[in-house]
T-cell receptor
Framework: RKEVEQDPGPFNVPEGATVAFNCTYS??????FFWYRQDCRKEPKLLMS???SGNEDGRFTAQLNRASQYISLLIRDSKLSDSATYLC????????????FGKGTHLIIQP | GAVVSQHPSWVICKSGTSVKIECRSL??????MFWYRQFPKQSLMLMAT?????????EQGVEKDKFLINHASLTLSTLTVTSAHPEDSSFYIC?????????????FGPGTRLTVL
């Protein structure tokens, strides 16, 4: 069983639409959760941390469900510049803070 | 934000040679650095965790004698791929964390693309 599972997509979405991604993680000891964004052949960049209470940053909303081990990301009013691969990331748990990455969900915003 | 650099950006080498990749934190002291690699269409995989002044902790399946990690200062960690082979061709990315607080944000370098012929 993969540690962090995501739908790889691609998701083709018209500009201005709302799109949501999900991921599930297998390690119940994971303590911290993140969404990263990775552009083609570049390093990942932190988009936002994810909390159980849910958190919002502009057009982006993230949610964590610890009971179901499920993380979501919602993007509203999508822009062309949102086209990227979105990586669901959790910490390894057990006192280690190396990151465990999902394979990513590829998002393409179409004009 | 904090800046992490990597050098070289890309390298092409012959099979059997050793390649050293440098990771530097430019404007903060990195107590802990991490090395990841990413094969095409795969997720980033943690290779090892390196704390300044101590031996690196390697993930299961990563050969410590093949991937030598040195973290001699608070701003520099190096990864040496010894006797590289074509299957070692990958995108190697480091990240650095400031301080000792667990789960502090990690800042990623731009990565090094290694191609072994």
């Amino acid at each position: 069983r993969k540690e962090v599972e995501q739908d790889p997509g691609p998701f083709n979405v018209p500009e201005g639409a709302t799109v949501a991604f999900n991921c599930t993680y297998s390690n119940s000891a994971s303590q911290s959760f993140f969404w990263y964004r990775q552009d083609c052949r570049k390093e990942p960049k932190l988009l936002m941390s994810v909390y159980s209470s849910g958190n919002e940053d502009g057009r982006f909303t993230a949610q964590l469900n610890r009971a179901s081990q499920y993380i979501s990301l919602l993007i509203r009013d999508s822009k062309l510049s949102d086209s990227a691969t979105y990586l669901c990331v959790v910490t390894a748990g057990g006192g280690a803070d190396g990151l465990t990455f999902g394979k990513g969900t590829h998002l393409i915003i179409q004009p | 934000g904090a800046v992490v650099s990597q050098h070289p950006s890309w390298v092409i080498c012959k099979s059997g040679t050793s390649v050293k990749i440098e990771c530097r934190s430019l404007d903060f002291q990195a107590t802990t650095m991490f090395w990841y690699r990413q094969f095409p269409k795969q997720s980033l995989m943690l290779m090892a965790t390196s704390n300044e002044g101590s031996k690196a902790t390697y993930e299961q399946g990563v050969e410590k004698d093949k991937f030598l990690i040195n973290h001699a200062s608070l701003t520099l960690s190096t990864l040496t791929v010894t006797s590289a082979h074509p299957e070692d061709s990958s995108f190697y990315i480091c990240s650095a964390k400031e301080g000792t607080i667990l789960y502090n944000e990690q800042f990623f370098g731009p990565g090094t693309r290694l191609t072994v012929l």
